[in-house]
């Protein structure tokens, strides 16, 4: 266990899972480049963030409390790639002595990222007001489930709990099913990191035009419903309905759906455009002619029938040879194992590493993502190279 002030988490050197993947220190500078980012220790969303950060070449220091008790996912964090990109720095914000010791950081830092509970950081002593006050060019980033205010604000949560209020949950699932639970990547990662990451990063280019630094408040509620505004346009025009498993885009349509093939694998279609829908059916061996009306949403379980028929008829792999690329929209139906493996992938490089892992993304032409190395540097050398004084930086770590 490490004592407070000392560096923790993986040793410098480690590269751990992203061994021979190119990192943005190995001479390539990601757009983010000297952007300077502290990160208080969290799971899920907040991590997620500063990971994208870190593989556009941002500066992230990651301060973390003393171990106590397990983690939530028992993974060393030198064998997890989110964890990828930091420097790290054991602190205990309970502690008046070590608090001081990270506000003496922030005056050094473009941006804090944290994803604790609202009112948790007030009740540790390094609120927004405290943090500001410290470095009034801070872009503070606060990632909750339910947002810094309203009647839940602190409870607790995950990421269903969050979508179930949206509409989103109700929305997910087949026909007279549950509803179902998208893993965890609507709410936390889609609704929650991303809107943090964007919020951050606007934040920021408002600083650097000028302006003073403020609060991001990017709860998961607000992100995810969000992401539900084309189904809501669709619901308040008549074109969605609350019964899951009957509209365009939730497996309803027939024409936008999964199929069991003769192997007892799937594929998916998604041919909703008339050229794509004939180019389908005729792929398919079928006369568009003879079939009900594409559009009669009374005639959608006969054109179920139909499909499924005809997709039992070959396997999984066997409607891939037949279809890949072709105007039909069909594509096979990959599990985790399968998918590091697809031709189209390993063309792109869409996942990396010994132990296949997704890539960084989006991709830039000028200023490369990429993963970032496993570790950044060690917490003084990095404290110093953002402007602190040699003594004040060993001060900091070491106590």
Known sequence: MAAPGQVSGPKRGVRGPTDGVRGPTDGVRGPLDGVRVVELAAVGPAPFCAMLLADMGADVLRVAPPPHGPPLFP??????????????????????????????????ADVLIEGFRAGVLERLGVGPDTCLAANPRLVIGRMTGWGQSGPLARAPGHDPNYLAITGALHAIGGAGQPPCPPLNLVADMGGGALYLAMGVLAALLHVRAGGCGQIVDAAMVDGATSLMSMIYMLRNHGLWTDERGSNLLDGGCPYGSTYKTADGRYVVVCALEPPFYRAFVRALGLDE?????????????????????VFRTKTRDEWTRLLEG?????????????????????????????KPFPAAAPRFSATPTAHAPATGPEATALLQAWGMRAEDARAVVGG
């Open 75 to 108: 993974v060393p964090a030198e064998e997890d790639p989110i964890w990828r990109g930091r420097s790290w720095l054991t602190l205990d914000l309970k502690d008046p002595a070590q608090r001081a010791r990270f506000l003496e950081i922030l005056p050094h």
């Open 326 to 354: 072709s105007d039909a929209c069909v594509t096979p139906v990959l599990s985790m194992s399968e998918a590091p493996h697809h031709h189209h992938n390993t063309a792109r490089g869409v996942f990396v590493g010994k």
């Open 289 to 309: 002619a003879a079939l009900p009306p594409r559009d009669d949403r009374a005639s959608w379980p006969r054109l179920r029938e139909t499909f499924a028929a």
